[in-house]
């Protein structure tokens, strides 16, 4: 697991927001063999929630770039 990003929302009881991230290359770079950045293809799991245990968790697929 790697923090990609954070906001912290203060809600009142029974409140509700909506949040947008952007998740861009950046995000999903990682240092190769080569110590250049690099996307991998492959599977990303994507977590959301206000701790490590309790979380939404969506799958996203990157191809061959």
Do not use: C, W, Y
Not at 10 to 15: A, H, V
């Amino acid at each position: 697991k790697e923090l990609k990003d954070f906001a912290r929302v203060t809600l009142q009881p029974g409140e509700s927001k909506v949040l947008h991230f952007a998740l861009d290359r950046e995000k999903l770079e990682s240092v190769g063999m080569d110590m250049k950045r690099v996307v991998q293809p492959g599977d990303f799991e994507i977590m959301v929630g206000g701790n490590s245990a309790d979380l939404l968790k969506t799958r996203l697929t990157v191809r061959g770039m």
